[in-house]
């Protein structure tokens, strides 16, 4: 009797040890499972607890110095480190509500291979024909982190994983919105503690964290396999809630959006091209997991679309300004590098903006651009004579073209007006045409500016990221 309930609490304890069964193992990307934090706490047991924290400790192995101003200043004439607003009297008395979407691997290399009956779009395609698009554009990182990190913080180095993760970085846009009196909400329909990236956001002055938890617990249908992932539930949970934020605020919000859906291993969704709608040389561009990746793009797109379309359709079409972008390509599609330098690592901006923020505005979608313009383009329209941090960044929709900082950049490639310049090449190379990021064979030697400018610009975002995580708390 006794050997037997030795043996039971054996094996209850090696449960525990595991974690939850609900859809994965307890990790310390998902170990979050309840709104009350002290549960979450008592859920890791001691040796968990310990197995995270020396993993992170061996894996950080960032020391950053304090920036070298001299170099900083130097590098700051050719890249401004902060830059001010013009004066927007509309938006200072009437701030609207924002929101930005990052949408997992939402890339641009998979809206080329549209073909007849293959809408990759979906129900988005009407939205990016209403809207602003702009598609010669890069994320500036390849990875979910890195590119969170680049886009939310201007940090080129993802530090939610590192001794510096308690740190204040300053001039974020989490800061510049709460200063102008915003509620800043992190909205997920991943667990927060990938990455840790709730904890950061809190760090940096967050108001809110809404992850799967949360919305497991007020949309009861996001636990069936049908929505539930191995990365958290449907995005259409994501984007019901932040109708209901919004619906509901009394005061200007931005909501930060992170959707996961679109990433494998790829979650069930519906299925709109089975194996033999889909044309065969898609197989060759896509040669593992086609369905899957073909129907959950779709599905993400579908969703933000609807979330869009009830958006349009409500009181909030008028005060509310929606950024959406992808964080780095789709990875299961095969890449071709003699047309496809800049195509394969591209992400769609798409920006929605009620008629009475618009302005005065020049819209060109052919406009080169990168993450380093979303905020730029956001401060534009909805601030007045506010002071933002620049670093080469620009309104999209300025009503003159700056060639200066007609650029996009990403940690593999960058792109201006003239070409397309791999990070491993000393050429430049000719689009096909002025209506993709499709390249051409034909390369042209690139001048002295052109070849460093990598390597200059790169060097620049990491001091200035020092600068403001050291330098500054001297």
Same mark, same amino acid.
């Given at each position: 009797m006794i050997l037997s309930l030795l043996l039971i609490f054996l094996a209850l304890y090696v449960l525990a040890l595991r974690g939850h069964f609900s859809y994965v193992a307890m990790r310390a990307g998902n170990y979050r499972f309840s709104k009350i934090e002290s549960f979450n706490s008592l859920a890791l047991n001691p040796l968990m607890s310990f197995s995270f924290a020396l993993r992170d400790y061996q894996k950080d192995s960032l020391d950053l110095k304090p920036a070298n101003m001299e170099r900083l200043e130097e590098l700051s004439k050719i890249f401004p480190l902060f830059s001010t607003t013009p004066k927007n009297d509309f938006a200072l008395k009437n701030p609207p509500h924002i929101m930005v979407n990052l949408m997992e691997s939402f890339g641009t290399q998979m809206l080329s291979l549209q073909e007849g009956n293959l809408n990759l779009l979906g129900e988005l395609a009407q939205h990016f024909e209403e809207d602003f698009v702009w598609t010669h554009f890069l994320p500036c990182q390849n990875g979910t982190a @890195? /590119?969170?990190?680049?886009?939310?913080f201007q940090s080129p180095i993802v530090l939610s994983k590192s001794k510096y993760k308690e740190h204040y970085l300053p001039f974020?846009?989490?800061e510049v919105y709460k200063q102008q009196g915003y509620r800043v909400i992190f909205l997920t329909a991943g667990n927060s503690t990938w990455s840790d990236l709730g904890f950061f956001m809190k760090a940096q002055g967050a108001d809110e964290i809404i992850d799967e938890v949360a919305l497991l617990q007020d949309y009861p249908n996001s636990s069936k396999i049908h929505f539930h992932s191995h990365y958290g539930v449907g995005d259409e949970f994501m984007y019901q809630k932040a109708l209901e934020l919004l @619906? /509901?605020?009394k005061e200007p919000l931005l909501i930060l959006t992170l959707s996961v859906s679109n990433h494998p291993p790829y979650p069930?969704?519906?299925?709109?091209?089975s194996k033999e709608q889909i044309p065969l040389e898609i197989f060759d561009k896509i040669p593992k997991n086609t369905s899957a990746i073909l129907n959950t793009y779709v599905y993400a797109n579908n969703e933000f679309a609807r979330f869009l379309s009830k958006v349009k359709q409500s009181e909030l079409k008028d005060k509310l300004i929606i950024a959406a972008t992808g964080d780095h390509r789709v990875r299961g599609v095969a890449m071709d590098f003699n047309t496809e330098k800049a195509l394969a690592y591209g992400v769609p901006f798409y920006l929605y903006v009620p008629k009475a923020y618009q302005?005065?505005?020049?819209?060109?979608?052919?406009?080169?651009?990168?993450?380093?313009?979303i905020f730029p383009t956001l401060y534009a329209?909805?601030?007045?004579?506010?002071?933002?941090?620049?670093l080469g960044g620009r309104n999209l929709l300025e009503t003159q073209e700056n060639d200066k900082f007609a650029f996009g950049f990403n940690a593999e490639v960058w792109i201006d007006n003239e070409g397309i310049y791999p990070r491993s090449s000393n050429l430049g190379y000719k689009y096909k045409d002025n209506q993709s990021l499709?390249?051409?064979?034909e390369s042209f030697a690139l001048d002295e500016e052109h070849l460093e400018f990598h390597k200059i610009y790169q060097e620049f975002l990491e001091l200035q990221l020092r600068y403001r995580l050291l330098n500054l708390a001297q």
């Open positions: @890195s /590119s969170f990190f680049c886009l939310f974020i846009p989490i @619906s /509901s605020a069930k969704v519906p299925i709109l091209f302005g005065e505005i020049v819209y060109d979608k052919t406009r080169i651009g990168s993450h380093k313009d329209l909805t601030l007045s004579e506010t002071r933002f941090l620049h499709l390249s051409t064979e």
